[in-house]
């Protein structure tokens, strides 16, 4: 099956640092247009020339150092807007001028006191303006999907005409479902010249009903040959459309979309903590694809499988995205199977009976706190508070050495095992009694 190819813009610096608490300064928008470089994006947005100084110094040095990509700047189709634009893009290797217009009649009426009459003009005009710099000229009418069908192929062909190259059919308000929005650009497809001129439409689509993604991905099947989105979906509001939910819908399921991109799935995940690091905003343990759960299985039947075969749980390898590592987060609903794992990477092997010994005690303590980590299990093996056992387990494998020369156990009794400084005397939660090799199995389910 012939393969598509899908132009990725990325506008994380561009829609996404206008949104509360996402901006960035000159260097902070560099470096992570490097990133964003190394990713593998198409189109970089780097900002809003007019908005501020602080903006147009960004563009500009981002167009004078990133060679590979599109470097796009954003302009109201007005002529101020658009020289300033050209002035901070004119060194880039392949420039784009990004001009925008509302179409939709409340915000031609609230918004623009302007007539319709007047919108296709002023769109014409400002189209022509920024082709007389540049040859790669997008056009967004904004408010798209509220504005009368009929005018808005009017102001296509107008700016297909005055020399647009792109067409960018903006969600501006984030109310469209997938099947209006898919249908909505097939209509557009249907009805504007973009064809017989080589002109691309694209998406752009607002997360405010949660459905950015969805809503991208049946433009991509009608037709938009580009998208519009952010990493860790930052953007107005409820946010853009999440670059690495899109590319990697696209990866996972070929036999549903017949699309590739350039990007480098490898690189989604490094981006997203750039990112986060950069602006201090965490995505949420949840979010699809690169959150800190979405490789992270707590419950024990999960667990076992992952162990057997990642396949069982996992649609997605975390070193696909650029994960360091799946990560089996050890809690009360663990079973041993993963528990002998960790401790293992860890560099300790037991045998079953030392092993069921420590996952009792482990199911103590993990009753007590959420989540166990690597040093309370090093702490389980110790047996801190009971010097004179000094050696609870004879564990003499080190995953360094990679050697495993164990010995007989060393009579552990329970009392050896006192990670838990409050419990002098550990009773087993009435829970844990019942783990025996089964249990594993079904625990967490
Ligand atoms: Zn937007």
């Known amino acids: 099956m012939e393969r598509t190819r899908i132009t990725i813009f990325d506008t994380t610096l561009r829609d996404g640092e206008q949104s509360p608490g996402c901006s960035m300064n000159v260097q902070e928008k560099q470096k992570l247009a490097r990133q964003l470089d190394r990713l593998g994006v198409d189109v970089i947005e780097a900002g809003f020339p007019i908005a501020s100084d602080g903006d147009f110094t960004a563009v500009q040095s981002i167009a004078a150092e990133i060679r590979r990509p599109i470097i796009c700047g954003l302009a109201r189709a007005?002529?101020?807007?658009i020289e300033r634009a050209w002035q901070a893009l004119k060194g880039a290797a392949r420039p784009?001028?990004?001009?925008f217009l509302a179409t939709s009649d409340i915000h031609l009426q609230y918004k623009l006191k302007i007539s319709r009459q007047k919108c296709l003009e002023q769109a014409r005009e400002a189209v022509r303006l920024a082709k007389s710099f540049c040859q790669d000229v997008e056009?967004?009418?904004?408010?798209a999907t509220r504005t009368d069908m009929h005018f808005l192929c009017e102001v296509l062909n107008e700016v297909i005409e005055a020399g647009a190259t792109t067409l960018n059919i903006p969600d501006t308000v984030g109310y469209s479902v997938p099947a209006d929005f898919g249908a909505f650009i097939r209509e557009i497809s249907q009805k504007v010249k973009n064809q017989e001129k080589g002109v691309v439409i694209s998406a752009h689509c607002h997360n405010d009903l949660g459905l950015a993604v969805a809503n991208t991905l049946a433009a991509i099947e009608a037709g938009a040959r580009q998208v519009e989105c952010a990493i860790n979906g930052?953007?107005?509001r409820a946010g853009n459309a999440a670059l690495e939910e899109i590319v990697m819908s696209l990866r996972i399921r070929p036999d549903q979309y017949a699309y590739d991109t350039d990007v480098v799935s490898e690189q989604l995940y490094p981006t997203s903590q750039m990112l986060c690091d950069t602006i201090g905003v965490p995505v949420q343990p949840n979010k699809a694809i690169i959150g800190r759960n979405a490789f992270a299985h707590?419950?024990?039947?999960?667990q076992d499988g992952m162990l057997k075969n990642p396949l069982t749980y996992e649609i997605i390898t975390p070193k696909t995205v650029g994960v360091p590592d799946s990560t089996l987060v050890l809690g009360k609903h663990s079973g041993r199977h993963a528990l002998a794992q960790r401790y293992e990477k860890l560099g300790h092997e037991f045998d079953r009976r030392e092993l069921d010994e420590l996952y009792r005690r482990f199911v103590l303590l993990a009753d007590k706190i959420k989540?166990?980590?690597d040093r309370h299990l090093l702490d389980l093996i110790k047996g801190r508070r009971t010097p004179d056992h000094t050696q609870p387990f004879a564990v003499a494998a080190s995953a360094a050495a990679g050697q495993s020369s164990r010995e007989p156990l060393h009579k552990p009794g329970p009392a050896a095992f006192s990670a838990d400084p409050n419990a002098s005397t550990p009773q087993l939660s009435p829970?844990?009694?019942?783990?025996g090799e089964q249990e594993d199995y079904l625990w967490g389910v």
Not at 139 to 143: C, G, L, R
Not at 298 to 302: E, L, N, S
């Open 139 to 143: 056009f967004s009418p904004e408010d």
């Open 431 to 435: 829970g844990s009694e019942h783990h």
């Open 234 to 236: 930052i953007g107005e």
């Open 371 to 373: 989540t166990v980590e």
């Open 298 to 302: 707590a419950a024990g039947i999960h």
């Open 78 to 81: 007005v002529p101020q807007d």
């Open 96 to 99: 784009r001028i990004h001009v």
